[in-house]
């Protein structure tokens, strides 16, 4: 990191241990993103009740990268230990997800086609639909959603996700938009 690591308790003294612990997480989120420039850790003390010792603590990360910053705040937590655990793994998730993303490894789903039925063989378990651009789709009796060929008949408007299967496109995931 750039920066140093700035650690900031609230409402009681950190715990040297603790503190160690903070510093270990914080320098091993590098390993996940070698760009972080800075990571700011508060942590806070439960509101004090008479009577009451521990939790629940509340942690906040705050992580500096290049063009962006990324926070995490997890709270209620009885035990500091397992609030600082669930707080840098909510944060090494944060900063994955941002690091996939960054490199163009990020899975995107196809966006659903609209389509109309133009051919139902319900002894045979399958059908086709008729796109707005003219194109003939298959689709088989276990792509309809919450099972939905049943209800379906001829002129049935559909919205469906296109895949190339072994003899032509075919729709998958059809869900009915209009009967």
């Known amino acids: 990191m750039q920066r140093p690591l700035k650690i900031t308790s609230r409402d009681f003294r950190l715990n040297p241990a603790f503190e160690a612990e903070i510093r ?3 320098t091993a989120l590098e390993t996940f993103y070698r760009r972080l420039t800075g990571c700011e850790v508060t942590v806070e003390a439960p509101a004090l009740r008479h009577h009451r010792k521990g939790g629940p603590f509340v942690v906040r990360i705050r992580m500096v990268l ?4 990324l926070e995490v705040h997890r709270q209620a937590e009885e035990e500091l230990s397992q609030a600082i655990r669930e707080a840098f793994d909510a944060a090494r998730r944060r900063i994955e997800d941002y690091a996939r993303a ?4 990020v899975k995107t789903h196809e ?3 609209a389509g109309r039925v ?21 689709f088989h009796r276990n ?16 919205r ?5 299967g072994e ?9 009915i938009t209009k009967i």
């Open 24 to 26: 270990e997480k914080a």
């Open 66 to 69: 290049p063009g962006k910053e």
């Open 102 to 105: 960054q490199s163009g490894r």
């Open 111 to 113: 966006s659903a086609a």
């Open 118 to 138: 133009t051919t139902l063989e319900p002894d045979l378990d399958y059908g086709f639909l008729e796109t707005p651009d003219g194109r003939e789709i298959y």
């Open 143 to 158: 792509s309809v959603l919450k099972g939905g060929f049943e209800k379906l008949k001829i002129g049935s408007e559909v």
């Open 160 to 164: 469906f996700v296109e895949e190339q």
């Open 167 to 175: 003899k032509g496109p075919q729709a998958s995931t059809v869900s």
